[in-house]
């Protein structure tokens, strides 16, 4: 909705906007109009839950749980909105007044001592009191008030509107924690000055009881729980010592852990020791194996320098038969085979001088007298390495056989270090919890009290009165019911209120925006812009019958609405003079009032009434609708204006409106336009196969635009309704022609 839609809206409703505001007013006033004094004083408490030092603040690794904080906080709230914690307030209060004898400024009024008075009768009052025992009124008083019966006592708690009822408390109690800091800020309200600081104070008092008294009963289980879990912890930690102990003394065994490592150690390093002995032992035997093998060739030394001596003479003489056949000159051949001969003894010899050397020394010319030395001394060597490899294979068979027997007592030593090490972790853990429930409990006792901060002070001057901010309040309730029943009214209206509304329900642009005219004037902007409306209203059905040129002559225009009383023999006036003063001969046919209505002339205007007949939906021409002597003929006219009953009363005379060059429907603001209408409507458009005018007929003025003085000051007349006929008709009747005149709508 537009700024335009909201004046307008507003100044539809000003009765509203002015009567519920000064109806909310006016009954705040007249409710409040015996508005009794107030006091009211304040308190400041400090609970340190914030930046607050504890024990546990100088534990390591403490941080402020800030959800905690607020938890914190909200239990103080709800522990002292409690109606227990009221309800003791209340009592104490009351103890404390009633051993008053008389009213006192600080303790409490005049006005308030009588008003007790009454309420508890005298004879009552002394049987509640001890002297110097104030602890028995409050007993007394206490337990009566949580009678069964009915006593004064329990009506004055149970009273809404008494001083010591938790209700009466509690509404006047307001508590609220000042920002994000710790502090807690109290504040109460009474008639009574002095009734406003004792109540605040024992509010304060018994906060503090109460709350430090949760605390500790809260801690005080936990810290049984946790001495009773540490002690049986403690007795299984004890047994599982006690178990791991004498296993260990049975076995002659410290830690298995500790012992089978030292065993493993010595297994490796008699395992190495071993293979060592047994690597000796190889290398000894193969050494004599291979002194042995070399020492065997020397029993054929002999055999082999008797072959060596032969093959000596041998070759001797082929030498010698050589040097005798080169000196008797025997041939080349025969050279040859002796030649071939010495070769082959020489290569023989020389075979038996290498087997010779061979069998006397070894194969790196070793004597054989430093063989046998060192075949003696392997044969020593490998018989101590056997003897040694015995006593280190015996050790490694006994290590074997005591690892066997470690297995079960091993894993029966684990499980008995661990059952102790489960013990000892419960036990720790329990005895941290009971340190940490020991601390918080000392730190409830040493400051589990807020600390009073700023005190109640006693409030010497009264509030000042609220009567004027709550009239305030009540205007403001009221314009706000108001504009509750405006946007209701708004939302659930179905009438059209200003142009914007009217396009968009009817679903096409208006022509021609009329405001409300109520004496023609031309100072008047209303009669101004009324003026140039009709002219452009004139121009707009020219132009329509222009682009008609097939349309049957004289042109009909045709006014229509869904609905009565809408302003068309308005607009009909102001179209037929519009025309008539351009020189045109206007015929104005409408709906007959009465059956005294009768056709006349008025400066070339003819006034044609006509009934409405069941025959009125088939009327195909403008002269059907005139019977008997008031038919007339069409032709002498350049127009024919037609104004048509309202469409929800009556048919659409379907030939006439199909005959029509121009159609105009004219609709009043605040008229209902509904589903009805809007077929109607639709229908009408299928009917006329033309384009409809539409022309909205009193506007707020802040949809029209008037013309100047200046360019209006010709046309004002033209708005001027018919007063008087011009020329009457043979047979018509005056008065009737001025009883038709003078419609200012249909």
Request: net charge neutral.
């Amino acid at each position: 909705m537009t700024l335009k839609g909201i004046g307008r809206l507003l100044k539809q409703h000003l009765i509203w906007f002015i009567l519920f505001p000064a109806l909310g007013a006016g009954a705040v006033y007249y409710f409040m109009r015996n508005e009794a004094k107030v006091y009211k004083t304040n308190a400041t408490l400090y609970t340190g839950f914030t930046s607050g030092y504890s024990l546990r603040s100088a534990q390591e690794g403490f941080q402020t749980d800030y959800s905690g904080v607020s938890n914190a906080f909200d239990n103080i709230l709800t522990t002292l909105n409690s109606n227990q914690t009221l309800f003791n307030v209340g009592v104490k209060l009351l103890s404390h007044h009633l051993l008053l004898a008389k009213p006192a400024e600080q303790e409490l009024s005049a006005a308030s001592f009588q008003s007790l008075q009454k309420a508890v009768p005298s004879a009552f009052r002394q049987s509640l009191i001890r002297e110097g025992d104030p602890a028995y009124t409050v007993a007394r008083v206490d337990s009566l008030a949580r009678s069964q019966t009915d006593n004064p006592i329990r009506t004055l708690i149970q009273k809404s509107d008494s001083y010591y009822s938790p209700d009466y408390i509690s509404k006047k109690l307001k508590t609220v924690r000042k920002g994000s800091s710790d502090m807690l800020d109290l504040e109460y309200e009474a008639p009574d000055p002095a009734v406003a600081q004792q109540t605040l104070n024992l509010a304060i008092a018994e906060l503090n009881e109460r709350y430090t008294a949760l605390k500790r009963g809260e801690t005080n289980p936990v810290v049984t729980y946790y001495e009773t879990k540490t002690k049986e912890a403690k007795k299984l930690l004890d047994d599982a010592e006690a178990k791991l102990r004498a296993f260990n003394v049975q076995h002659n065994v410290l830690n298995f852990e500790d012992e089978l490592k030292t065993r493993s150690a010595t297994r490796e390093a008699l395992v190495t020791e071993y293979n060592d002995e047994v690597m000796r032992n190889q290398a000894a035997k193969a050494a004599m194996a291979a002194l042995n093998q070399r020492m065997s060739g020397g029993g054929n030394l002999l055999k082999i320098n008797t072959a060596l001596t032969d093959k000596q003479a041998e070759l001797t003489d082929a030498e010698a038969q050589l040097i005798n056949a080169r000196t008797n000159g025997q041939p080349q051949s025969v050279l040859d085979r002796y030649q071939a001969k010495i070769d082959k003894a020489s290569e023989e010899l020389k075979v038996i001088a290498q087997t010779y050397f061979a069998a006397d020394n070894t194969a790196e010319s070793v004597p054989k007298q430093r063989l046998i030395n060192e075949w003696l001394a392997k044969v020593l060597e490998y018989e101590e390495s056997g003897a040694r490899m015995a006593v280190v294979k015996k050790r490694l068979d006994d290590y074997q056989k005591e690892s066997t027997s470690f297995t079960p007592l091993e894993s029966e030593q684990r499980q008995l270090t661990r059952d102790m090490e489960v013990a000892e972790k419960e036990y720790l853990g329990l005895v941290q919890s009971l340190n940490l429930a020991n601390t918080h409990r000392q730190d409830i006792t040493i400051d589990g009290s807020l600390s009073v901060l700023d005190p109640p002070v006693f409030p010497f001057s009264p509030q000042p009165a609220k009567r004027l901010l709550f009239m305030a309040v009540g205007a403001g309730a009221g314009l706000v019911i108001a504009l509750l029943l405006a946007a209701i009214r708004l939302w659930t209206d179905k009438r059209i209120n200003s142009l914007d509304q009217a396009e968009q329900r009817i679903g096409s642009a208006v022509s021609a925006v009329f405001p409300t005219v109520k004496k023609f004037a031309v100072k008047s902007k209303a009669s101004r812009a009324a003026v140039s409306m009709f002219e452009q209203l004139g121009n707009a059905i020219n132009i329509e019958i222009e682009h008609r040129k097939k349309a049957a002559q004289p042109p009909l225009v045709v006014l229509f609405s869904m609905r009565a009383r809408q302003g068309k023999t308005w607009f009909a006036h102001g179209l037929a003079r519009l025309y008539a003063e351009s020189g045109e001969q206007v015929a104005y046919c409408y709906p007959k009032l009465s059956e005294n209505d009768q056709k006349f002339e008025q400066e070339g205007i003819y006034f044609l009434p006509y009934e409405l007949h069941p025959n009125f939906m088939n009327v195909h021409e403008p002269e059907d609708l005139l019977a008997g002597d008031d038919t007339l003929s069409t032709t002498q006219f350049d127009k024919i204006i037609l104004e048509l009953p309202a469409l929800v009363g009556s048919p659409i005379p379907l030939h006439l409106v199909h005959r029509s060059a121009v159609s105009l429907m004219v609709l009043t603001v605040h008229t209902i336009w509904g589903r009805r209408d809007k077929q109607l409507f639709n229908l009408y458009t299928k009917a006329a196969k033309h384009t409809v005018l539409i022309a909205l007929n009193k506007v707020e003025d802040g949809d029209t635009d008037a013309p100047t003085v200046g360019d209006i000051q010709q046309g004002v007349v033209r708005t001027k309704r018919y007063s008087e006929p011009n020329e009457v008709i043979p047979g018509a009747s005056t008065s009737s022609n001025e009883k038709a005149l003078a419609r200012q709508s249909r």
